[in-house]
């Protein structure tokens, strides 16, 4: 075996086991098995079906699939099939109990750490153009897997901020970073074109392949996500009141909902408190302000006398080094995430103020496009050109042309594993218990 491929084992080691303390960290050590068990909102799982369902996807992929190994529970697999049964009809099936979902998850951990000493990463991740890629080249389905639990990790915390009850998430202190905030509220992105997507990322998805090119023209972005403060304003301006900052599916949602801020935000006297985890407090104004739809934002940069980025003006200010004509892996470079680029992996149970983490501005001075808060944007989720299902259709293509909306970015309950400048998340544009926000984009005036 050689070195790369130790170092690469071991790095996958360390972030499965990352993954798992992170995942019974907000189910089995903070809750007991009746929380556990409960449905605390129809638009989410049982925590106890997001616990075992992580195992039976690890079970699928890492022991059946990469290993070759007999299937250890498959009559539970249908139990655990996200498609096959909706997350409100999840609370009727016969789930296992948390002590049960905690030893089948043990010990499908301890033998994909047993498989993983024999398996080979270095094998061609293509052997032919008709062939299919190979799920162990550079360790992707093993990416794949770890991605998949912390993803799962941040479905769980926004369960528990749908919780009803005492506070049982700790925050962590915040890493010291510098705060400076953009000296203008946009910036030029130059018409052109860049490279949009990946290719040779093995921890990249099916839906960010293959790398292609977009020639945009020229646009202004907003330099910081939108902020309380600022959104606010469109609220005391009667933004919820007045009709023709919405389009028409957004006042029909906000008409049915009755909608008339954020979620989770009511109102105190003359200002605004939000609840956060169990906790009431002042809404803070310097934050990027977080769980709006689609519809929200939409309506907000309308009244601002902007627009929603488009998902290629998202990466293009995120990624593109007009100095170098390169696009990079991230904003700064192609360096992975540290606590002085980004908040991100739950450090803080919510986003940092505007301005913070200069470190991981783009080569534009676009800041905070990695982590605090998922960003809308314009485009309908479908595929790139040259897309292929890979390892799975109901992954990426099934939500192809279905009304989903992309969101860039990351939030700061992302693990840094699961993001970069080409990721690509998608949801309906009226959810609203995702940690997601926006920042806007506009044409520049003529000359």
């Not at 910081?224 to 919405?246: E, H, I, K």
């Not at 609840?275 to 940069?301: I, L, S, W």
């Not at 259709?393 to 970015?409: I, P, Q």
């Not at 080409?422 to 940690?435: K, V």
């Amino acid at each position: 075996m050689n070195h790369e491929q130790d170092v690469s084992k071991e790095r996958i080691a360390a972030e499965l086991d990352h993954g798992r303390r992170r995942s019974n960290g907000l189910t089995l050590d903070v809750l007991d098995e009746e929380e556990l068990l409960a449905q605390h909102s129809p638009l989410m799982s049982p925590l106890v079906w997001d616990l075992a369902h992580i195992g039976n996807y690890e079970e699928q992929w890492l022991l059946r699939a990469a290993a070759g190994r007999e299937a250890l529970r498959p009559d539970i697999d249908h139990l655990y099939d996200a498609f096959e049964n909706p997350r409100a009809e999840r609370i009727g099936l016969p789930l296992m109990r948390p002590r049960e979902a905690r030893d089948y998850n043990d010990r499908v951990r301890r033998e994909v750490l047993d498989a993983l000493d024999t398996v080979d990463l270095t094998v061609p991740a293509q052997r032919g153009p008709d062939e299919p890629p190979s799920l162990l080249a550079a360790g992707r389905v093993y990416h794949l897997v770890i991605q998949h639990e912390h993803q799962h990790d941040e479905t769980m915390l926004a369960t528990h901020q749908l919780r009803r009850g005492a506070p049982v998430l700790l925050e962590e202190l915040a890493d010291v970073t510098a705060l400076r905030p953009p000296a203008d509220p946009e910036v030029l992105v130059p018409a052109g074109p860049f490279t949009m997507g990946a290719d040779d990322d093995p921890w990249a998805y099916d839906n960010e392949r293959s790398a292609h090119t977009v020639d945009l023209p020229a646009y202004l972005i907003d330099t910081a996500p939108v902020t309380n403060a600022a959104y606010r304003a469109f609220m005391d301006d009667g933004g919820y009141r007045t009709r023709r900052w919405w389009s028409r599916e957004g006042w029909e949602w906000k008409e049915g909902r009755g909608a008339f801020a954020p979620a989770f935000w009511e109102r105190e006297g003359q200002g605004w408190s939000r609840r956060r985890f169990g906790r009431r407090e002042v809404v803070p104004p310097d934050e990027p302000v977080q769980h709006v739809n689609f519809h929200e934002a939409q309506a907000y940069a309308k009244w601002a006398g902007k627009r929603l980025p488009t998902e290629a003006e998202w990466e293009k200010a995120a990624r593109f080094d007009p100095a170098t004509g390169r696009s990079r892996r991230y904003p700064w470079g192609d360096d992975e995430p540290t606590a002085r680029h980004a908040n991100l992996g739950q450090h803080r149970l919510g986003p940092s103020p505007a301005g913070h983490h200069p470190d991981g501005a783009s080569p534009l001075g676009v800041q905070q496009l990695i982590g605090d808060v998922w960003e809308w944007t314009s485009t309908t989720f479908d595929g790139y050109p040259g897309f292929r299902a890979f390892p799975y259709r109901d992954y990426s293509e099934v939500f192809f042309g279905s009304g989903y909306k992309v969101l860039r970015g990351g939030s700061w309950a992302t693990h840094p594993t699961a993001v970069r400048s080409t990721f690509r998340n998608w949801d309906l544009p009226i959810r609203r218990q995702i940690f997601s926000g926006f920042r806007c984009a506009r044409h520049p005036e003529p000359a």
